[in-house]
C-alpha cells in the first residue's frame, strides 16, 4: 500500500471519530437540559436545584429507577420525575 493512500485513510478515519464525537455530545447535553426543563415547567419557573440537575444526569446514564427516586425526593411530583426521567434517556 502507498504512504500516501495510508496516510488519506487515517486522516479519514480521524474525521470521522473526531466529527461523531462532536454531533454525539450536543445530544447528550440537550437531554439533561430536556430533563431539567421538565421539572422547572412543574415549579412554574423556579430554577431546579442541583439536586435536580443530577438526578436527570443519573437518568442520562440509563439509571430511570434512580433518576425518578432522585427527582421526588428533590419535591418534584412522581407524574413529572417519571416523564422527565424519560426524557433523559432520549
Known amino acids: 500500500m502507498r504512504t500516501s493512500t495510508r496516510i488519506a485513510g487515517v486522516l479519514t478515519g480521524l474525521t470521522l471519530a473526531l466529527g461523531g464525537a462532536a454531533l454525539t455530545a450536543p445530544a447528550a447535553h440537550a437531554d439533561v437540559t430536556a430533563c431539567i426543563n421538565q421539572v422547572e415547567r412543574e415549579l412554574q419557573g423556579g430554577e431546579a436545584p442541583e439536586s435536580v440537575r443530577t438526578a436527570c444526569h443519573t437518568g442520562l446514564s440509563g439509571n430511570h ?26
Open 65 to 90: 429507577a434512580e433518576c425518578v427516586s432522585g427527582l421526588t425526593k428533590s419535591g418534584v411530583t412522581d407524574g413529572t420525575a417519571v416523564t422527565a426521567c424519560k426524557v433523559s434517556l432520549g
